[in-house]
T-cell receptor, first 109, second 117 residues
Framework: KQEVTQIPAALSVPEGENLVLNCSFT??????LQWFRQDPGKGLTSLLL?????REQTSGRLNASLDKSSGRSTLYIAASQPGDSATYLC????????FGKGTMLLVSP | DVKVTQSSRYLVKRTGEKVFLECVQD?????MFWYRQDPGLGLRLIYF???????EKGDIPEGYSVSREKKERFSLILESASTNQTSMYLC????????????????FGQGTRLTVV
């Protein structure tokens, strides 16, 4: 069974810190990996999409890496801000999307 | 701007009612998905559809059915709502096929918070 694990489950940091969120998956036969952000009670907002042939993608202060052979991805957030507080979800695409349970991030002013 | 629209943000229904959750996408995507999200359990796939009139069971299809009569619309049906179906329901769409692969971005709706009393 395909499984996706996210570590840590929760993270609290002061504003300005750089941080790394981790995602691992058991079946490396993926098409792509997508990072999402979810604010409380809301839907999912796509942050970054990495194709299986790519090593990393960047958008602003966000950088996502992918090591398909080892089944790992990281989301790096530079210079964190209180507005970054949300739950971050990693999803791997086979024919459907399989999700991790997320990392709940709190950035304090 | 791409859009996946779910018909309701909040719904309250009574036990035993038949409930319809509607999802519409405007991106001409072949694939559409219904997930439910519960604390501690994450997002779990209920049903998905590769294309019009096609449907496949996900991980937790019991108590649900779906309909995809038009490409842009994917409906989730709770035949007889029960309290354990109280949850956040999320619809998503993406393009892809077994021939072309499934390597495109997925987009989600804003979610429907369903409470069954």
């Amino acid at each position: 069974k395909q499984e996706v694990t996210q570590i840590p489950a929760a993270l609290s940091v002061p504003e300005g810190e750089n941080l790394v969120l981790n995602c691992s998956f058991t079946d490396s036969a993926i098409y792509n990996l997508q990072w999402f952000r979810q604010d409380p009670g809301k839907g999912l907002t796509s942050l970054l999409l990495i194709q299986s042939s790519q090593r990393e993608q960047t958008s602003g202060r966000l950088n996502a890496s992918l090591d398909k052979s080892s089944g790992r991805s990281t989301l790096y957030i530079a210079a964190s801000q209180p507005g970054d507080s949300a739950t971050y979800l990693c999803a791997v695409r086979y024919s459907t999307l399989t999700f991790g349970k997320g990392t709940m991030l709190l950035v304090s002013p | 701007d791409v859009k996946v629209t779910q018909s309701s943000r909040y719904l309250v229904k009574r036990t035993g009612e038949k409930v319809f959750l509607e999802c519409v996408q405007d991106m001409d995507h072949e694939n559409m998905f219904w997930y439910r999200q519960d604390p501690g359990l994450g997002l779990r796939l209920i049903y998905f559809s590769y294309d019009v009139k096609m449907k496949e069971k996900g991980d937790i299809p019991e108590g649900y059915s779906v309909s995809r009569e038009k490409k842009e619309r994917f409906s989730l049906i709770l035949e007889s709502a029960s309290t354990n179906q109280t949850s956040m329901y999320l619809c998503a769409s993406a393009s892809g096929s077994r021939f072309r692969g499934f390597n495109t971005e997925a987009f989600f709706g804003q979610g429907t918070r369903l409470t069954v009393v």
